[in-house]
């Protein structure tokens, strides 16, 4: 049985995504990491592979997989799992990621795992970590069959690390078969960003329906701001429509990892905790003090909200 892993690779904005580098640097930790990389990508893609630990890159830059979305990928895809037979396949838990490989597993009739958190191989037999309810307990999942093993993987899963290589690049034919470019990106509408993301963000401050409206997002912004943050919010608040869904942390929103998470008003449901556990310093306030997301913050501050963060907001200036 084979000892490779394939990453199957995504550009966002010209830029490879952080989950690429998080599943390639892991990938190239536990077997030989490869990557296939398909449709125009920055000029150092390759060479961004490499460092975390790609071994080889398959590439093709032909248009067709930006502008023809999952068939043109799926074939390619397909083709190539046939024909080199890797252990394992990680697509990231995006929207094209779940089409691919979504559609592959159906075409190889192999299954697959969702929201994988780690994975280990040995043997060619794939072990890989589930969490289950928001993350409270873990499940060991494993596919019994001989075949390729299909993983989708959780962002901020892995941490991305340095594990130079250089990768040999072998070049691969975009698919002729004009059935194939059936749905076609007609527009990309991109949401305009104000100030840091939530991608990435090393400071993060989120609110909960203990803000009481949209209007009072604007100190968690101000907050944000003082610390070099992002702003993020649960479901019920996204629900609610004070702000937009490109903010929502949580099983269905965004999974983040920051050194500092500041929790406000906000009770700490199990499917907002699955988004941000794994924060490094978790900090708390709300005044409810029986709230759950003082079982697991590093510091709980049992206070008005609207009390607490203006004062924070002003020792921070007088600081400065």
């Not at 490094?280 to 607490?308: E, H, R, S, T």
Request: hydrophobic share 45%; glycine share 8%.
């Amino acid at each position: 049985m084979s000892d490779i892993v394939w990453v199957y690779g995504e550009v966002v904005d010209d830029a490879v995504t952080s989950t690429t580098l998080e599943m390639v640097t892991r990938a190239a930790q536990v077997a030989t990491a490869e990557v296939i990389l398909l449709g125009p990508a920055p000029d150092n893609a390759v060479d961004l592979l490499g460092e975390h630990g790609a071994s080889k890159v398959y590439r093709s830059t032909d248009p067709v997989f930006r502008d023809y979305l999952t068939l043109p990928a799926v074939a390619v895809v397909e083709s190539l799992i046939r024909e080199h037979k890797p252990a394992a396949v990680l697509f990231a838990s995006s929207y094209g990621g779940r089409d691919v490989a979504a559609a592959i597993s159906a075409s190889l009739d192999c299954g697959a795992i969702t929201d994988v958190a780690d994975f280990t191989l040995t043997g060619g037999t794939v072990e890989a970590k589930i969490p289950a309810l928001g993350a409270s307990y873990w499940n060991t999942s494993t596919l019994v069959h001989d075949d390729v093993k299909i993983l989708l993987v959780r962002p901020k899963a892995f941490e991305p690390a340095s594990n130079p290589k250089t990768p040999v690049v072998e070049e691969i034919a975009a698919p002729d078969d004009a059935g194939l470019c059936k749905v076609r990106l007609k527009e990309k509408v991109t949401a305009k960003a104000e100030g840091p993301q939530l991608d990435g963000a090393n400071v993060i401050v989120s609110g909960g329906r203990g803000l009481a409206g949209a209007e009072n997002f604007d100190m968690l912004r101000e907050l944000a701001d003082l610390l070099g943050g992002a702003v993020g919010a649960t479901r019920a608040v996204v629900d609610s429509g004070w702000v937009p869904y490109s903010l929502q942390i949580g099983q269905t929103g965004k999974t983040v990892k920051p050194e500092l998470y500041i929790a406000c008003g906000l009770s700490g449901a199990v499917q907002h905790l699955a988004g941000m556990k794994d924060s490094k310093l978790i900090v708390a306030v709300n005044k409810d003090a029986d709230a759950p997301i003082f079982q697991m913050c590093d510091l709980g501050i049992v206070g008005d909200v609207f009390k607490v963060i203006p004062q924070l907001i002003e020792e921070i200036k007088a600081r400065r």
